[in-house]
C-alpha cells in the first residue's frame, strides 16, 4: 500500500469522427477516415486527492479488426461500443493501486466484453482481442496520467519502488526479480526526438507526380517536398508484400529521392524501415527482397535498419522460422504481439524484436519493453497515425525508453486538423525540425499533455 495509489472515481469518453487529408494505405487496406476516441478518468489517493487523466486514440478498425465478412461501419460501431462497454466496467472498479495493477486487474475482462460485444451486433465473426486492446488502450493512458496528476509528478517518476507495491518479479517471473520499471526509464525526456515520416502506399514520392486534385493546404504533398520541409532522415516505407518488382523499386526510389534531397541540404544519414503489414507469404520473400536490393544498390540496403510484421498475425497458425531473415535485417513483430504467450512464442521463433504501440496499452508497453531490454531485445515505439494528446503520449513514451531510433509519427501527414488544438500548445511535436521533435514543451506532471492549455472543446470542463 502506498499514499499515492489511486481508486477510479469517474470515466467518461467521448467520439469524434476525422477525415484525413489523404487517404493512407498500408497493407491491404485504404483508411480516408477515423473515430478518435477520448477517455477521462478521474481519480482519487490515499489521502483523499483528486485529479483527472486523460487518454486517446483512433479506433482504427482496418488494422484491429480486418475482415470479409463485417463490413467497416459495423466494425467501427463495434469498437465504439467496446469502449462504451468497458468504461462501464472500470467505473465500477473502485479498489486502490498502482495504475499498472489497475488497468491489468481490467484487462482480463477484455475477452468478455468482447464476447457482449459480438453477441450485441451479431457479428458474424468474433470481435478479436486486438480491437478489444485498441478500444481499452484510451483509459490505460488516462490511469497513467491522472496518477502523476494527482500526485504532483510525472508518470514515468512513478515506477520505481517508492510507488510500486511490486517488483518486476511479479509481472516477468524470476528474471525480473528485484527490479522496477524505474530502472528502464529515462530520467528525462529525450529532445530531439528522431522521428519516421510514413511513405504510404499510395503516397506520391516526387513532386511532378501530383495530381492537380491534392490538398492545397500548405502542405506538402509528396514524399521529396516533405523531406526538404521536414528535414527527415528516417522513412518508414510501406511496401505490398505480394508484388516484389514493385516492392524492391519503391524502396530504392526512397532511398534515392532520400539521399538527393539530403545531400544537397548537407545531411548524410538516412535510415529506412520496411512494413508489407503482414502480407508476405513467408520470410522468404522478404529475404529475396532484401538481397535484390542489396545487388542494386548496397547503400540502400545498408540503410534498412529493420524489417516489420512481414507475415500474418497468427504466429501458431503459420509458426514461420525468423532465423534466417533475422540473419539480414532485424525483424520485428507488431500485429501478431498481444500477450505473453505472443511475446515468448516470437522468441522462439526467431524474431528480433518487438514494436511497442501506445494502442496496445501503456502498461503492457512498459512491461513489454522491460521484458525486451532483460532479454537484449531491440525495440521499437510504432504509430498508429496517433494525432493530438494521443501523439504526444505516444513521444513522451519513446523518450523515456530506449528504442530503436526513435518514434513513428504520421498524422501530421494524414490528419494534421485533428491535431490542431495540441499543436498550439506543442508546435515542436508535430513539427519536425531536422526531422525530429522537439519535446521541450511537455509538461512536469502526469504524461505531459499540459490539458488545461489546450483548446480543444473536450478539456475545458
Not at 534515392?256 to 520496411?274: D, K, N, W
Not at 504481439?337 to 501503456?362: P, Q, R
Amino acid at each position: 500500500m502506498r499514499d499515492t495509489d489511486i481508486a477510479i472515481r469517474e470515466v467518461e469518453h467521448f467520439f469524434t469522427d476525422e477525415k484525413a487529408r489523404e487517404p493512407l494505405k498500408f497493407g491491404a487496406v485504404v483508411v480516408s477516415e477515423a473515430t478518435y476516441c477520448h477517455i477521462r478518468v478521474r481519480v482519487e489517493n490515499r489521502n483523499g486527492k483528486t485529479a483527472d487523466g486523460w487518454g486517446a486514440i483512433f479506433l482504427v478498425d482496418f488494422w484491429a479488426f480486418p475482415s470479409k465478412v463485417v463490413d467497416h461501419p459495423q466494425r467501427d460501431a463495434a469498437m465504439r461500443q467496446f469502449v462504451e462497454r468497458f468504461c462501464r466496467r472500470a467505473a465500477d472498479y473502485q479498489e486502490f493501486g498502482h495504475p499498472i495493477d489497475i488497468y491489468l486487474e481490467l484487462e482480463k475482462a477484455l475477452p468478455a466484453v468482447a464476447e457482449e460485444v459480438t453477441k450485441n451486433l451479431a457479428l458474424a465473426e468474433p470481435f478479436p482481442y486486438l480491437a478489444a486492446l485498441v478500444s481499452g488502450s484510451p483509459l490505460d493512458a488516462a490511469l497513467h496520467d491522472a496518477f502523476g496528476n494527482v500526485n504532483n509528478i510525472s508518470s514515468y517518476d512513478g515506477y520505481g519502488p517508492d510507488y510500486m507495491t511490486d517488483d518486476l518479479g511479479a509481472y516477468l517471473g524470476s528474471e525480473g526479480k528485484g527490479r522496477y520499471l524505474s530502472e528502464l526509464v529515462q530520467p528525462r525526456y529525450v529532445s530531439p526526438l528522431p522521428t519516421f515520416h510514413l511513405v504510404g502506399g499510395l503516397d506520391c514520392l516526387r513532386a511532378a507526380e501530383v495530381p492537380a486534385k491534392a490538398p492545397n493546404d500548405g502542405l506538402p504533398n509528396s514524399l521529396d517536398r516533405w523531406i526538404e520541409r521536414d528535414g527527415l532522415s528516417c522513412l518508414k516505407v510501406k511496401l505490398r508484400g505480394a508484388d516484389l518488382d514493385w516492392d524492391v523499386n519503391r524502396v530504392l526510389e526512397v532511398y534515392q529521392i532520400a539521399e538527393e534531397v539530403a545531400s544537397v541540404q548537407g545531411r548524410h544519414e538516412l535510415h529506412l524501415s520496411a512494413d508489407t503489414n503482414e502480407q508476405c507469404d513467408s520470410p522468404d520473400y522478404v529475404i529475396e527482397m532484401l538481397e535484390t536490393i542489396r545487388a542494386a544498390s548496397p547503400k540502400a540496403y545498408d540503410a534498412i535498419l529493420y524489417i516489420e510484421q512481414p507475415t500474418e498475425r497468427d504466429l501458431e497458425a503459420s509458426r514461420h522460422d525468423m532465423r534466417a531473415l533475422a540473419k539480414l535485417k532485424p525483424v520485428i513483430i507488431d500485429e501478431s504481439l498481444m500477450t505473453w504467450d505472443d511475446f515468448n512464442l516470437a522468441v522462439e521463433l526467431g524474431w528480433s524484436g518487438i514494436a511497442l504501440k501506445s494502442c496496445k496499452g501503456h502498461s503492457m508497453a512498459l512491461l513489454f519493453a522491460a521484458k525486451a531490454e532483460l532479454l537484449g531485445l531491440p525495440y521499437t515505439v510504432q504509430d498508429l497515425t496517433n494525432p493530438g494528446i494521443s501523439l504526444i503520449h505516444s513521444a513522451g513514451l519513446a523518450a523515456r525508453l530506449r528504442p530503436m531510433m526513435g518514434v513513428e509519427a504520421n498524422s501530421r501527414q494524414y490528419f494534421p486538423e485533428t491535431s490542431e488544438p495540441e499543436r498550439s500548445v506543442h508546435p515542436g511535436i508535430f513539427e519536425l525540425t531536422n526531422g525530429a521533435m522537439s519535446l521541450d514543451t511537455l509538461g512536469p506532471t502526469g504524461l505531459g499533455y499540459r490539458i488545461s492549455e489546450i483548446p480543444r472543446d473536450i478539456f475545458q470542463r
